[in-house]
């Protein structure tokens, strides 16, 4: 059920490109995409709190809502974002993507599908309530974020 | 099951304050919530294609994938990222927040929880695919973001 669904949400990023952002103009898939990722950032900061620093006592329904909320991020067909004209700042609109994320569509669709197996997995640990899965869980999807940002974003 | 999903999390809304926002600068606060409310945004924009304004091929996966990400978010937490120092702008990162999110108490929860019953229900509606309960949630959310944009946004 979990390996379906990820791979038809692999196959939904990949997909949407066409229909959905004809909905949405260049300089706002790049706000909404930069949202997504932003509200991501802060939820995998609570986890990271609570779960690797300790600086926020252990609260497994928090941990549970941010890595629901990661995981519906990561499946929301985020690929939609990336149309033409999304490949540079517009104006006041900056974006950090490199051109390789417009050209590179195998190495795209490997980071893409990693990342949203490794952000259903963590939804997955955090159901449990198990720390020592979650920790581990949390470090792969840190590392699936670094997998995208150190080849398809600009430092 | 859902009921107290809705009750626990509008009760998380209320209570996370303290601890996780200790960890975010008021800036990034800002930040952060304005990001989740701006992918809720794309999300919701995406169901009104599909459903309302039928100027996107109906596709239950990806109104699913929609909703459970605006659901998600909804029952992220968010009030944390009210804290002290985030009623007003900061430099660069603008705020439209009125002065009453952080006196009216009784006005937010009831917003807040209006708001998460409506997401929730939003989420379980579009996972039964049927278009009229769909079109009819999505009505109700809508409302519900309104709710709380009257009241607690500046135009």
């Given at each position: 059920m979990k390996n379906l669904m990820i791979g038809s949400l692999a196959a939904l990023f990949l997909t949407t490109?066409?229909?959905?952002?004809?909905?949405?103009?260049?300089?706002?898939?790049?706000?909404?995409?930069?949202?997504g990722?932003?509200?991501m950032?802060?939820?995998?900061?609570?986890?990271?709190?609570?779960?690797i620093d300790e600086s926020v006592a252990w609260d497994p329904a928090q941990v549970q809502a941010a890595a629901n909320s990661?995981?519906?991020?990561?499946?929301s067909g985020m690929g939609a974002l990336f149309g033409p004209g999304t490949e540079k700042s517009i104006g006041d609109t900056k974006t950090r993507v490199k051109p390789e994320m417009f050209t590179d569509?195998?190495?795209?669709?490997?980071?893409?599908?990693?990342?949203?197996?490794a952000a259903n997995e963590l939804a997955?640990?955090?159901?449990?309530?198990?720390?020592?899965?979650?920790v581990k869980a949390f470090a792969a999807t840190g590392d699936s974020?670094?997998?995208c940002h150190d080849k398809f974003r600009m430092d």
């Open positions: 490109s066409l229909s959905a952002s004809a909905q949405v103009d260049p300089e706002d898939q790049i706000t909404y995409r930069k949202a990722y932003s509200f950032s802060w939820n995998m900061g609570k986890i990271k709190a609570m779960a990661i995981a519906a991020t990561a499946n569509r195998e190495g795209v669709t490997k980071v893409g599908m990693a990342f949203n197996k997955a640990a955090a159901q449990t309530g198990d720390k020592a899965q979650i974020c670094k997998g």
